[in-house]
């Protein structure tokens, strides 16, 4: 069967014997005419004169007299005419109403919409909008409405007047331009145009094709199936089905059954996840297809999303040697844009500190450290893993770049230039310029096949800046840095590498839109998903539906041309693969075109097709099955066990490790494995709570030994500055001064202050209620810690712990320690010790315990008894609430004793060699375990 453009050849060379230099042939992109011309190369002798192969574009742009403006000159030439005719003087603000605009005035001549009826009309629906306000009561904002659609309908026609002064256009004006004068051109040097493999036509190359036709000077050559031309029900021959009508053709050139006479094989496949649908096309390729390096060429992959290049190009098996790339892939999907884009936000999220030094937000500095241009660039690479150990140890959450220098010596250049901080214009271009000039040195020393794309884009982004800066001298004053960043964000979203080769050779992979006039005979389309193809309703324009329809294209139109290229691409091939994304995503998704459904459909039963439907599921993330986790305590074991219990020893907290989870206590406290650290921005509750018992601690030095009494605490409160002091004494340990006065950490410092001082006024009301019993209260110890060394099974093991205060009254000794955290999380009210044992949710009482315990044991027995209990200071009343057993707050000996032997009891289970260290049983104790995935309980 032969293929459309083999048709076209044949057919053109059959109507001009001889006679081909004199003909023309327009076709829809560069790919089309690429392959016509090896067609005709083919098929004419060596010394023949070819056709004039053209896209439509270039061949319209060539008639017209106007220079095409690119896109940043016109968004400022609009800027000066939106300000002209009463828009509001905010470039930043305008820049993506702007590319709106210039889409919708293209739009509008394109068409060959009359505009000034359009104008007025669109300004009458919009008006509806505020039928209900009488002119004099038109709240603010529906005047401001009203005038906007008034002032987007002159920026129409003023635009249009000063690129006309000008001879400048956008795309659309030379369009209309060529399309409202083509009866005056001068075409006498063609003797014929071919427009060949057009759908989906503008009226205003509508106008130029039927005014061709009626003078008998062109041909338009459509490759349409009757499958889907003859019916009125299929939208894919919806156009031309139109150009029939309007241009009264009985019937166009080749007009055959080929979807219902070529035998094919069709394959549905659903597969999960963008990098599925990319492995699941190297197996089709190479288990399925089983292609060679002579038969690439029949076979194309069609990409519907062009975020599938890069894992589709990991996939291919060994069999594909050479890829031919036919689609323009958007600059914004490269990692150069990505390492620029942090440059951007380098520079946004800088300060200056009081001594005027540059900062930079540590996140921004981490994450462009580690990117991989800066350590190509990196002659101190190596030093990176430092700097970072560094910038998270010390919770530094800006940096200088003095440090920088410090870590990265080798690298002054590099770093003067990332992380040099520019308020011009002029300078940030050139800060921008310089980056990409070190970085193409670098590439040129590796040697340019192996980074040859990313050459590419060095030349693309530059272009963009340069293209800027030639607007500079103009427009600089209405631009800011910020505008400035959204112009280059938005010219690096509309800007695509051109991958068009000059090789038919290879596998070719292409977007749908290059697949215009050309056929294989394998073919595998990814992305079929809706909402991809067809794209869906929505679209980026100011104009309503109801408007839109009758003057210029809608959602129904654009499904036509989609349907259109999906079905031409399938009436020639013999296998077709459908590759759909089941994943769903957060706006929907998961779900398979409808132009699979409706195929399903209509096409079931007809002998030429077979058709099958499958899910698959590829990469899959495996899930680690559980197994048991049995650490014995072999003398390797026992050797690291026994340095941890006698230089670190065992706190409360490492006990209650313990009791929750053996396992969990040799992972934390005998292995010492922890999360990595991160940086502190904001105080976290841990912090909060340390710098509350700082302030405490030096508040009460001054009393310490000495009787509390009311006029100590009256002037503690009263002296908010001593105690504003001394929280930002600790906190400036881990936080810049800067960050304390402001923001979310300004609020915590003063929820700080406000801890401490309630906490003063309640233990003011305390030490009044003891002065009115004729009691009173000493401080004898603060953030004491005690220490006690045992022997057990040869072990030598520190028990340790610091209690936060210790005070007598009337002889009983009251520990005390102060909680910042909610006193509903945990019991200290136990009557069956052994409890403590075996049961998590007694941790407190654990601790409580242990605290009494380790004050007997350190200073002996207290006659009058003890009391060990919390101090809630979230609280508004801030009450000690002591320990309590078998309802009494006093801890006698015996009570302690008992304490003493469940404690001897875990010790010698942690130390015996018979007892492993081994998960919990209990599941529900490892929900928030910080090595629940290790244990693979996740």
Request: glycine letters at 6%; hydrophobic letters at 40%; a negative charge.
């Amino acid at each position: 069967m032969k293929n459309f453009l083999t048709q076209v050849g044949e057919y053109v060379r059959g109507g001009h014997p001889g006679d081909l230099q004199k003909v023309l042939l327009c076709f829809p992109n560069n790919r089309a005419a690429y392959f016509a011309v090896r067609e005709f190369r083919a098929n004419l002798p060596q010394d023949a004169l070819m056709p004039h192969l053209i896209t439509m574009e270039k061949w319209v742009h060539g008639l017209s007299k106007k220079a095409l403006a690119q896109n940043i000159e016109l968004i400022n030439i609009l800027f000066k005419v939106y300000k002209e005719v009463g828009g509001i003087d905010d470039f930043e603000t305008f820049i993506p109403t702007a590319y709106t605009m210039l889409a919708d005035f293209d739009e509008v001549d394109m068409q060959l919409v009359r505009a000034k009826q359009f104008f007025k009309d669109l300004y009458d629906i919009k008006s509806l909008n505020t039928f209900l306000e009488d002119e004099e009561t038109l709240t603010e904002y529906s005047k401001n409405y009203k005038d906007f659609w008034d002032i987007f309908r002159q920026c129409y026609f003023k635009l249009q007047e000063v690129l006309g002064a000008s001879n400048k256009a956008y795309n659309g004006m030379i369009y209309r331009d060529v399309a409202e004068s083509i009866h005056q051109q001068d075409l006498n040097k063609y003797s014929k145009i071919y427009f060949v493999g057009f759908s989906g036509l503008a009226k205003s190359e509508q106008k130029v094709i039927a005014y061709l036709l009626d003078t008998n000077d062109a041909e338009f050559l459509v490759d349409a199936d009757t499958y889907y031309l003859n019916d009125s029900r299929q939208e894919a021959g919806y156009f031309f089905r139109e150009y029939k009508k309007s241009w009264k053709i009985k019937a166009f050139k080749w007009e055959q059954p080929y979807m219902l006479e070529t035998p094919k094989q069709i394959d549905i496949i659903g597969v999960a996840r963008n990098i599925g649908q990319a492995k699941l096309t190297g197996d089709i390729l190479q288990n399925h297809l089983k292609v060679t390096p002579e038969n690439l060429k029949d076979t194309v992959v069609v990409l519907l999303d062009e975020k599938l290049l890069q894992p589709l190009m990991a996939s291919l098996p060994d069999s594909v040697d050479t890829v031919n790339i036919t689609m323009g892939l958007p600059l914004s999907h490269m990692q150069l844009t990505d390492f620029m884009r942090h440059i951007s936000d380098l520079q946004n999220n800088s300060s200056v500190s009081s001594q005027g030094a540059q900062r930079f937000y540590h996140r921004d500095v981490i994450t462009l450290l580690q990117h991989t241009y800066f350590k190509l660039l990196s002659k101190n690479s190596d030093s990176l893993p430092e700097a970072i150990r560094y910038i998270r140890a010390n919770n530094k959450i800006t940096i200088t770049k003095d440090e920088l220098f410090d870590w990265f010596r080798d690298d002054t250049d590099i770093i003067n230039i990332l992380f040099d901080k520019t308020g011009s214009i002029g300078g940030y271009i050139s800060h921008l310029t310089a980056i990409i000039d070190m970085l193409y040195e670098r590439f040129i020393t590796i040697g340019e096949a192996n980074v040859a794309t990313d050459i590419e884009v060095l030349f693309w982004l530059k272009k963009v800046l340069l293209d800027l800066q030639e607007q500079l001298s103009e427009f600089e004053p209405v631009w800011d840095i910020k505008s400035l960043q959204k112009l280059i964000e938005n010219e690096i979203k509309g800007t695509r590498l051109p991958f068009e080769s000059d090789k038919a050779d290879g596998l070719q992979v292409m977007g749908i839109l290059e697949t215009r006039c050309l056929d294989y005979k394998n073919v595998i389309i990814l992305s079929m998903n809706e909402g991809i193809l067809p794209s869906g309703k929505t679209s980026q324009t100011f104009f309503p539906y109801d408007l839109r329809k009758g003057n210029m294209s809608t959602h129904k139109e654009r499904d036509a041309i989609a349907a259109y290229l999906f079905y031409r691409l399938m009436q020639r091939a013999e296998n077709v693969y459908l590759v759909y994304n089941t994943e769903s995503d957060l706006l929907g998704g998961g779900e398979k075109s409808r132009f699979i459904l409706q195929m399903q459909h209509e096409l079931k039963d007809k002998t030429n097709i077979q058709m099958r439907e499958r899910n698959f599921v590829l990469g899959a993330e495996m899930r680690q099955a559980e197994r048991p986790i049995i650490i014995q305590k072999n003398e390797g074991v026992k050797q690291i066990l026994k340095k941890y219990l006698s230089q670190k020893g065992l706190s409360p907290t490492a006990l209650n490790s313990y009791i929750n989870c053996t396992l969990q206590f040799y992972f934390k406290n005998i292995l010492a494995l922890r999360e990595q650290d991160e940086i502190e921005e904001d105080m976290e509750a841990s912090t909060i709570g340390s710098a509350v018992h700082y302030a405490l601690e030096h508040i009460y030095k001054d009393t310490l030994n000495k009787p509390l009494t009311v006029d100590f605490l009256k002037q503690a409160i009263a002296n908010t500055d001593k105690v504003g002091s001394l929280i930002r004494e600790f906190l400036k340990e881990r936080f810049e001064v800067q960050s304390l006065q402001q923001g979310k950490n300004y609020l915590l410092y003063n929820v700080c202050t406000s801890l401490v001082i309630n906490f003063l006024r309640n233990e003011m009301k305390r030490v009044q209620e003891l002065e009115a019993e004729g009691k009173t209260g000493i401080v004898i110890l603060l953030e004491q810690e005690m220490k006690v060394t045992l022997e057990k099974s040869g072990f030598e093991i520190i028990i340790k712990g610091l209690t936060d205060r210790v005070d007598k009254i009337e002889g009983v000794v009251n520990i005390a320690d102060y909680k910042t955290g909610d006193s509903k999380k945990g019991k200290i009210k136990i009557d069956n010790l052994p409890e403590l044992k075996t049961s998590p949710e007694y941790s407190k009482a654990f601790q409580l315990m242990m605290y009494a315990w380790l004050y007997r044991s350190v200073h002996g027995k207290q006659p009058n008894g003890m009391r060990s209990g919390i101090y809630w200071l979230r609280h508004a009343e801030g009450k000690y609430e002591p320990l309590q057993k078998d309802k009494s707050d006093i801890l006698s000996d015996a009570t302690l004793d008992e304490f003493e032997g469940i404690l001897n009891e875990i010790l010698l289970e942690m130390v015996s060699e018979s007892v492993p260290f081994t998960k919990t049983e209990d599941r529900e104790r490892c929900k928030y375990c910080d090595f629940v995935k290790i244990c693979a309980r996740d």
